[in-house]
């Protein structure tokens, strides 16, 4: 049984050749693309479970093929990148990737990305046991992981919605960022802290009337995020 859908997409055949060769002998299945516009082409031809996706390429970047993957498709996206500096983190993340790798990388390294960013989200508790939220011209419907604030309507992706989740089952308590990124990430995340701040951006900007002033999703300073609940 295939470890899941692979679609590397990359201008360089030497490191498309050696992710195929890699993922494949770990029991994944992988095609690759030589540009964003071939990988756009692909991904509407054939269904997927992660893409990786290199940043810097002639032609089509990989930060607006992110964008335009992320406009139609809830597929997971790690980005590859030459560059390690946070403003390219918080770019790669707000263009809608899952995750992010810096080249040179090693092969473990690789591997425990993929898993993380494929590992089954935390089991969202069951809708009895989550207090519903219809207050302030904002409902949010579980099962189909919708939000309409003041008649507009938006959709979590699955990180946005397990993050969502996860506050929703402990209202007013104050969350570590440690223990957010473990639980909704995985337990070898804890200090990216940029991954926190892009995501809680993500979900304030669908589900608070004024994203600018939050009325839910709170900063608790130095210690974490909370989901305040209206009494």
């Not at 996206?77 to 990737?97: C, H, P, S, Y």
């Not at 207090?131 to 419907?141: R, T, Y």
């Not at 200090?191 to 002033?213: A, G």
């Amino acid at each position: 049984m295939s470890a899941g859908k692979i679609l590397v997409i990359d201008d360089d055949p030497q490191i498309r050749r050696v992710m195929r060769s890699t993922l494949t002998a770990h029991g994944y299945q992988v095609n690759d693309a030589r540009s964003g516009e071939e990988g756009l082409e692909e991904l509407r031809n054939s269904s997927y479970d992660l893409v990786v996706l290199d940043m810097n390429m002639p032609g089509m970047g990989g930060m607006e093929a992110c964008r335009l993957i992320r406009s139609g498709s809830e597929v997971a996206i790690i980005m590859l990148t030459v560059n390690n500096t946070e403003r390219q983190k918080v770019d790669a993340l707000d263009a809608g990737a899952d995750d992010y790798i810096t080249k040179p990388f090693s092969t473990p390294e690789l591997l425990a990305r993929i898993r993380a960013t494929l590992r089954r989200l935390p089991q969202p508790p069951s809708h009895s046991d989550l207090q519903p939220l219809i207050a302030q011209g904002v409902n949010i419907d579980l099962s189909s992981r919708e939000v309409t604030v003041h008649g507009r309507t938006s959709r979590l992706t699955a990180r946005e919605f397990g993050l969502l989740t996860y506050f929703l089952a402990r209202p007013n308590k104050t969350i570590a960022h440690r223990e957010l990124l473990q639980a909704v990430w995985g337990p070898d995340y804890g200090d990216e802290l940029e991954y926190l701040r892009v995501f809680v951006n993500r979900v304030r900007k669908k589900i608070e009337p004024d994203p600018s002033k939050p009325l839910f999703l709170v900063t608790d300073a130095w210690a974490g995020y909370r989901f305040h609940l209206p009494q």
